[in-house]
């Protein structure tokens, strides 16, 4: 079985939308595939549908899920959620707060682009976003638009769009022990995404990782493309210390980056496992 458990659509900063990233992960190869966007479950029905629609004899696992937007003594950090009830009430106000900040955060940064001498704004930015939750990446895509950066991800340094860059804006991000509470009240199952990747900012301690783990974190999102071997071995480790599992996937994007869909993948028995800790909800297809 090929399993990618962290892919995005454009109801997010995807480019794909959620029925094009089921026919794109049918493309690839893939038996298992998660749909993570960024604070929001605007996707799962679209996707859903999709899976539903594929033709005899093609056949597809979609796992709902989101990627929650954490921070933790001032470092940002993401946290997967997967198969939880996206109507349980406490963990619904909470993605929908996060969600709507991203848009006053987002105009915030666009001003601080403009007065930065670059030659966006809100409108561009909106109609790269489409119907998708403002974020950075959308911008970053304006600022490659004027041509004031040549990719993305050369948005993403201190000069730009980088965590603590000199246009960076802070927006409500929930403390990740109370995030991962909030996912095991709605039936879901919490893992830790990309912790080791340096390239995007600080990471957080291993102190931090042992608190998440005693919360009830699950797992940590190992093989990754922001993982160098050196960072994946010391996870290896640390979740081995600390009773976790180990997953890998791709965190796709469609033609905003350049990685592949199932470029890094989970193995089926970790797959198993987190789906028996599931209560919330229940794959699709397959």
């Not at 939308?17 to 794109?24: K, M």
Request: charged residues 25%.
């Amino acid at each position: 079985m090929r399993i990618d458990l962290h892919a995005h659509s454009n109801a997010s900063d995807g480019t794909d939308t959620p029925a094009e990233l089921v026919a794109a992960a049918v493309a690839a190869g893939l038996d298992v595939v998660a749909l993570t966007d960024h604070d929001t479950v605007a996707g799962h029905a679209e996707a859903a549908e999709a899976v539903h629609g594929l033709p005899a004899g093609t056949r597809l696992t979609l796992v709902p899920g989101a990627e929650l937007s954490c921070t933790v003594d001032g470092i940002s950090m993401h946290l997967l959620a997967y198969l939880f009830d996206p109507a349980e009430p406490g963990f619904a106000q909470e993605r929908e707060l996060v969600r709507t900040d991203r848009f006053r955060r987002g105009r915030a940064v666009v001003e601080r682009c403009r007065a930065l001498g670059a030659d966006i704004s809100w409108e561009q930015v909106e109609r790269i976003a489409g119907a998708g939750s403002v974020g950075r990446p959308h911008i970053a895509s304006a600022l490659v638009e004027a041509g004031v950066v040549a990719t993305v991800s050369d948005a993403f340094t201190p000069q730009w769009l980088a965590n603590g860059g000199r246009a960076d804006v802070r927006k409500h991000e929930t403390d990740p022990v109370e995030a991962v509470r909030l996912v095991r009240a709605a039936g879901g199952v919490p893992v830790f995404a990309h912790p080791g990747a340096v390239k995007r900012g600080r990471t957080v301690s291993d102190q931090v990782i042992a608190d998440l783990a005693a919360a009830g974190l699950a797992a940590l999102e190992v093989d990754h493309v922001d993982h160098d071997e050196p960072a994946r071995e010391h996870l290896r480790g640390l979740a081995a210390e600390l009773g976790l599992l180990t997953t890998g996937s791709s965190d796709y994007h469609g033609g905003r980056k350049t990685v592949r869909l199932g470029e890094h993948t989970t193995d089926p028995a970790v797959y198993e496992a987190l789906l028996a800790q599931a209560t919330g909800a229940k794959p699709i297809g397959g």
